[in-house]
């Protein structure tokens, strides 16, 4: 098979311990796009944030950001936005939260409650930063794209995520990029439908594309492709879910980089 298009997931699956590109990485992405493989970065982080690695990669390709809800093209135009309702989210923002972190993006922006400076450890490179409000429903303006809700405790989230499941599961998309962090976007919105409308548009199959991720909120997109990797590190219940799909070694040792190598490098030598 020759494979026309590579889409990465960022934390945990290309970026490193350190939430940098190595530069093994950046190798062979950069020798595979001068080949004519396209490279997606697909994340739940926000746009912003995305577009510095793309330019930091030299990449003219779309961006999937906030899992799926928002979608710009080479050119930078956003060609898909799908925002939470107003009404759901308030709803939402109204459910006793305990100590959980409350979070919201919107379309360049994110919004904080309380100002958790060991966040910004996963946005260093980019230079991205949270606004703190005192309430997030101040920016319930038909904007917001992603709420989520972090916790240290991984059965806080769980029991959360049991909350939200039994009263909107039929409203919102619910999902784990973490097992600390939990996500709340539009209904139908994830990675995997995103990627779907985007290859569609630039005439690449689905079987012609290989994927990469490490988290819950990876797995419609890793269930859609032609040939998905999840990575060692990935999320327990993710490794279990797709325990058939094979493993690609952990982000922290160049994992993605190791894979594309064996796909493209052999692929150039047959």
Do not use: W
């Given at each position: 098979?020759?494979?026309?298009?590579?889409?990465?997931?960022?934390?945990?699956?290309?970026?490193?311990?350190?939430?940098?590109?190595?530069?093994?990485?950046?190798?062979?992405?950069?020798?595979?796009?001068?080949?004519?493989?396209?490279?997606?970065?697909?994340?739940?982080?926000?746009?912003?944030?995305?577009?510095?690695?793309?330019?930091?990669?030299?990449?003219?390709?779309?961006?999937?950001?906030?899992?799926g809800a928002v979608v710009h093209d080479e050119k930078e135009k956003e060609i898909m936005y799908y925002s939470l309702e107003k009404e759901i989210l308030s709803k939402i923002l109204a459910l006793p939260f305990g100590n959980l972190h409350r979070n919201l993006y919107t379309r360049d922006s994110w919004y904080v409650e309380i100002a958790l400076q060991e966040l910004l450890q996963f946005h260093k490179e980019s230079g991205f930063a949270f606004q703190q409000i005192s309430n997030l429903e101040e920016k319930n303006d038909g904007n917001a794209t992603k709420l989520f809700y972090l916790d240290e405790s991984e059965k806080n989230i769980l029991d959360f995520e049991e909350i939200l499941k039994e009263e909107f599961q039929d409203q919102v998309s619910i999902t784990l990029s973490t097992p600390n962090c939990l996500e709340i976007m539009k209904k139908g919105v994830n990675k995997g439908r995103a990627i779907q409308d985007t290859m569609k548009q630039l005439g690449i199959a689905l079987e012609e594309v290989v994927a990469f991720g490490d988290g819950l909120n990876d797995y419609e997109m890793l269930s859609l492709v032609g040939s998905p990797f999840v990575m060692s590190n990935g999320s327990p219940r993710l490794l279990e879910a797709l325990s058939d799909v094979p493993k690609a070694p952990k982000n922290t040792e160049d994992g993605v980089a190791q894979i594309l190598e064996e796909i493209f490098l052999t692929e150039e030598r047959e």
């Open positions: 098979m020759k494979y026309k298009a590579v889409v990465c997931d960022m934390d945990g699956t290309l970026l490193n311990g350190e939430h940098r590109v190595s530069d093994r990485s950046r190798k062979i992405i950069k020798h595979i796009t001068e080949k004519g493989v396209k490279v997606f970065l697909a994340s739940g982080r926000p746009y912003p944030d995305i577009q510095y690695f793309k330019e930091s990669l030299g990449l003219n390709s779309y961006i999937i950001s906030s899992n």
